[in-house]
């Protein structure tokens, strides 16, 4: 069964750090991993998606890579924002036979950047 | 291109009552999914349709969750009785043919008292 864990569970930064968020899956046989934005009592937006032949994908300030191999993706955010303070989410999506293709989330990391 | 819609957005009911959430997707998305959000967690998996059959429902709880979505394009997922413990953010999210990105409505957070 497929696990997808998150460190750290929150992080509070000052604005204009570059930071790292953790993402590691224990099945490696994967078809994407995609990261997500959730801001309270909002849906999830879409941030970024790679393809498992990818290496890493970037848009704006954010970069994210994968490693399949080892299980780990990490989202790179540069020059934070007071704006980017939410919740940011891991999914992996993994075919598992006629069709069914749901993705497996993290818990999250909860960021804070701080003015 | 309009999004997912959801509704309601809110629900507060008592526990053995009954309710019902409603998603329309994207237009032209055939592949729709439900999901489960409790407080602290991730999304978790509920029913995935593609049209208005079902592909994946092994991690529904299918004594008291009912999905369906006849005319594959809006979908309806009821609870009925309702537990405390489904107190939760209710997800809906659709996927084209063509892409592999799914796109989240905004949700309904439901409240069992």
């Known amino acids: 069964k497929q696990e997808v864990t998150q460190i750290p569970a929150a992080l509070s930064v000052p604005e204009g750090e570059n930071l790292v968020l953790n993402c590691s899956f224990t099945?490696?046989?994967?078809?994407?991993l995609q990261w997500f934005r959730q801001d309270p009592g909002k849906g999830l937006t879409s941030l970024l998606l790679i393809q498992s032949s990818q290496r890493e994908q970037t848009s704006g300030r954010l970069n994210a890579s994968l490693d399949k191999s080892s299980g780990r993706s990490t989202l790179y955010i540069a020059a934070s924002q007071p704006g980017d303070s939410a919740t940011y989410l891991c999914?992996?999506?993994?075919?598992?036979?006629?069709?069914?293709?749901?993705?497996?989330f993290g818990k999250g990391t909860h960021l804070i950047i701080q003015p | 291109e309009a999004g997912v819609a959801q509704s309601p957005r809110y629900k507060i009911i008592e526990k053995r009552q009954s309710v019902a959430f409603w998603c329309n997707p994207i237009?032209?998305?055939?592949?729709l999914y439900w999901y489960q959000q409790i407080l602290g967690q991730g999304p978790k998996l509920l029913i995935q349709?593609?049209?208005?059959?079902?592909?994946?429902d092994s991690q529904l709880p299918k004594d008291r969750f009912s999905a369906e979505r006849l005319k594959g394009v809006d979908s309806t997922l009821k609870i009925q009785p309702a537990k405390l413990e489904d107190s939760a953010v209710y997800l809906c999210a659709s996927r084209g043919q063509l892409t592999y990105e799914q796109y989240f409505g905004p949700g309904t957070r439901l409240t069992v008292t």
């Open positions: 099945d490696s046989a994967i078809y994407n």
């Open positions: 237009s032209g998305h055939a592949t």
């Open positions: 999914a992996v999506r993994v075919y598992s036979g006629g069709g069914a293709d749901g993705l497996t």
């Open positions: 349709f593609q049209n208005n059959g079902v592909v994946d």
